[in-house]
């Protein structure tokens, strides 16, 4: 059994308990909160009866062995190198951390305590991913992989209305690339490493945070172009284009149908049947490294969470988008 504590009490962190939940091994310990109420009242429709309002106390304390972070991406390396440095495992949403400095230090101290630190990016750990991965040589020399990840968000209108909210605040690391570009990216680099070259545009809000962007990346003998925003609704698949076939892919960010269509116009579904509360399958990978004494995910390695934490540092950059985190 891993006992975790959870660090944040939103939707989030409620899908996450359900999709963990599906596991045997999962029990639910403590929950954190910056005021009491709250954390009393989250807790207390879970069935939790162990609170904490000081974040120190709860990684120094012998009910967890483990924690979930889904507080605003700002506060994750802070948060995680707290629960670290104290023998804790450390699950992280995504983006793990608001630069590559910041990741650096999480790293190091993980490495230094041997104990686990994972990201939390769900996609890459769903069985239609690694059905992508199982099937990619059917398609021949691949030469270009295409995601786009386009979804309004509902504090949007609020920011409209003068009220910047996290999600549209470089205070906490936030913005399209951040929170729904890198469902895009995160793929692109498990499936084939770093690229050469990164080229963004992105259009940047008054308040200091992307609202959309696209990027090209280069590789050797292909090319990634990728779309995001928090602005705009898209309705447009992925794929990945070999010289013998596509894959299709429904949702870069929660891939439910794939399909592989060939040159000569023959399809062939490759999707796998997969659990409706899907971040089952990181709280799996998450639980199964701890039971095996391992420190890292294959695929949610933190070498990928360092090529892409670099993409994201790079893209900022030529798009002009820094956050106080960066200084």
Known sequence: MVRFGVVGTNWITEAFIKGASHHEDFQLSAVYSRTEERAAEFAGKLGVSTIFTDLGEMAKS???????????????????????????????????????????????????????LMEALKSTLMPNFKAIQE??????????????????????????????????????????????????????????????SVQANGYVLESGVDGEGSLILKYDEMDAVIMFSKITDSILPSEIHGEDGNIWIDKIS?????????????????????????????????????????????????ENSRMTMSILDEARKQMGVRFPSDN
């Open 254 to 302: 929660t891939p439910e149908k794939v399909e592989i269509i060939y040159r000569n116009g023959k399809t062939e579904d490759i999707s796998k049947e997969q659990l409706t509360d899907n971040m089952f399958y990181e709280a799996e990978e998450f639980i199964t490294l701890i039971q095996q004494g391992k420190q890292e995910s294959v695929n949610n390695s933190l």
């Open 135 to 196: 099937n990619i040589d059917k398609i021949g020399k691949v030469r270009r992989y295409f995601a786009s990840y386009c979804q309004y968000s509902s504090r949007y209108d609020k920011y409209k209305e003068g009220t910047v909210l996290n999600a549209f605040n470089p205070k906490f690391s936030a913005g399209s690339l951040m929170d729904i570009g890198i469902y895009c990216i995160y793929p692109l680099v498990v499936l084939f490493g770093e690229p050469k």
């Open 62 to 116: 012998d009910v967890i062995d483990a924690v979930y972070i889904a507080s605003p991406n700002s506060m994750h390396a802070s948060q995680a190198i707290t629960f670290l440095e104290n023998g804790k495992h450390v699950l992280c949403e995504k983006a793990i951390a608001s630069n590559s400095d910041e990741l650096a230090g999480m790293i190091k101290t993980a490495r230094e305590n041997h104990v686990v």
